[in-house]
């Protein structure tokens, strides 16, 4: 969902909190790939569950990608640079219980 101002970032948390993650990991990559939309976006944050789809590793080398999963993993949160323009980002759930919150800046 494209957040351009400040009423798109509220409308992308509104969808973002009121609808569940699909069912089947990696199709909206797919999608993003297949249409090209990564030339449209300046960053791209994608968020997951379980773990990464392997289509990200098809993402093109310039797409500017922050990807962030929720895994069953303990331990602290992992961040794995791949490239200059992509990042991968693990959260163990079990982190998030145990601390309430995370955040990231990207």
Do not use: W
């Amino acid at each position: 969902m494209p957040i351009i101002d400040e009423k798109t970032a509220t409308d992308f948390l509104y969808y973002f909190i009121s609808h569940p993650l699909a069912e089947v990991n990696g199709k909206a990559c797919q999608y993003f790939l297949v249409n090209r939309l990564y030339k449209q976006c300046g960053n791209i944050v994608y968020m997951t569950a379980q773990s990464f789809p392997p289509e990200l590793t098809l993402m093109p080398d310039d797409a500017n990608l922050n990807a962030i999963v929720i895994s069953d993993k303990s331990g602290a949160p992992a961040i794995k640079q791949m490239g200059t323009a992509k990042t991968l980002i693990e959260i163990p759930a079990e982190y998030i219980r145990k601390n309430n919150k995370f955040s990231i800046n990207l």
